[in-house]
């Protein structure tokens, strides 16, 4: 059996490491939308299929061995599919047994152990081989809320949990021991802790980044250390520092940030080698270009092929760094295609809109980035 290294790495801002760049703003340039083969040179539109389950809400997505890996902490579930959208299986094991679960929070797929990592509340790891067997359990001395793995080790921020010392935190396995935290260094508190957007803080592409609330910066998570690697300027969208040190009731804190259109949450991170794409509390796709230190915010992208217009990805996560993803549930397509437009009434996708039910399960637009 594979030894797994569990490393949370917690930390003070200012004990981050900083990447040259990070001293400097990189201020915002708003786009035009456009058309989706400015930014992508391949797609792939998967019509996840309804004959055995009903997907709630999709959070991350993982890519491996053509299958498709989808969270849903809705029906506290992992689905499977293939590429074709056909469904092969799924994950769910909601109980108060040793090796069930009450709330499923997050997940993985360890590619070199070939196996699939549940985190779980109560706080524990559920590892299945890649038939959906069930292989162990593992207890973690915490709660966290998301989970990334890289090589021997898992990185876990636990925003969103009750924990007044918000971290992302080392534990260690040590001859079958439970786990036990090894170090532990809270970040800065945040206060007003249920505004979050939709959308992750952690995520792993070509480096394990992730980002805080009120923070207009990127971080990455490696080797043991963390780095500050940019800051971004959103102009008059930064959110004033001085509306945080004015302890609003929550309620009138969201009507200001909401009448003002501040940004407060940077989320979705995904980086390949010439650039990081995130989404944001505002809508629309932000694009950073890690050679001319530039982000765009691109409001929206249309489908070429069927029209549809997204703004917003789901966390997606691939061996190679190269896809990104969206996604439209049944009832938001059919109120978006136009179905009386002469140009549209051939067009393949539209009929297989129009043949579909409203509740019928999403559907996955995958983009090849360039």
């Not at 003070?12 to 400015?38: G, Q």
């Not at 969270?71 to 994950?91: C, E, F, K, R, S």
């Not at 292989?135 to 709660?143: D, E, F, G, H, S």
């Not at 080797?223 to 004015?246: C, E, H, M, W």
Request: contains cysteine; negative net charge; charged residues 25%.
């Amino acid at each position: 059996m594979k030894r797994i290294l569990f490393s949370f790495f917690s930390i003070l801002l200012y004990s981050c490491t900083s990447s040259p760049l990070a001293t400097m703003s990189i201020p915002v340039v708003e786009h035009k939308p456009i058309d989706d083969s400015v930014l992508f040179d391949a797609k792939r539109i998967v019509f996840l299929s309804s004959d055995s389950c009903m997907i709630g809400s999709i959070s991350r997505i993982v890519l491996c061995d053509d299958r498709i890996y989808l969270l849903d902490t809705q029906t506290d579930a992992v689905w499977i599919y293939d590429m074709q959208g056909n469904h092969i299986g799924h994950i769910r094991a909601v109980g108060r047994a040793a090796n069930e679960y009450i709330n499923l929070m997050d997940f993985f797929v360890d590619r070199e152990s070939e196996q699939i990592v549940l985190y779980a509340d109560p706080s524990k790891f559920l590892f299945y081989d890649y038939n959906l067997k069930p292989t162990r359990v593992m207890k973690a001395p915490a709660l966290f809320y998301e989970t990334v793995n890289s090589g021997e080790q898992i990185v876990c921020f636990n925003a969103r949990t009750a924990d007044p010392e918000c971290c992302i935190s080392v534990l260690a396995e040590k001859n079958g021991d439970p786990l036990k935290i090894k170090t532990s260094v809270p970040l800065a508190q945040q206060d007003y802790s249920d505004v979050f957007v939709s959308g992750r803080q952690l995520t792993k592409s070509k480096r394990i980044n992730f980002s805080k609330r009120f923070d207009n910066s990127i971080y990455s998570v490696e080797n043991g250390s963390v780095t500050l690697r940019y800051t971004i300027d959103f102009g008059k969208a930064n959110l004033p520092d001085g509306l945080l040190q004015k302890k609003l009731q929550l309620q009138e804190f969201i009507d200001k940030v909401a009448s003002k259109g501040y940004i407060y949450s940077i989320v979705n991170l995904k980086e390949n080698d010439s650039h990081i794409y995130f989404n944001t509390s505002s809508p629309g796709l932000y694009r950073l270009s890690k050679t001319a230190f530039t982000v765009q915010h691109i409001p929206e992208i249309t489908d070429s092929e069927s029209g549809i217009r997204h703004s917003m990805m789901i966390a997606t996560e691939d061996k190679n760094n190269e896809w990104i993803c969206f996604c439209k549930n049944m009832m938001e397509l059919k109120n978006e295609v136009d179905l009386d437009k002469g140009q549209q009434k051939n067009n393949p996708f539209v009929q297989k809109v129009n043949s579909c039910n409203e509740s019928d399960n999403p559907v996955l637009f995958f983009y090849h980035l360039k």
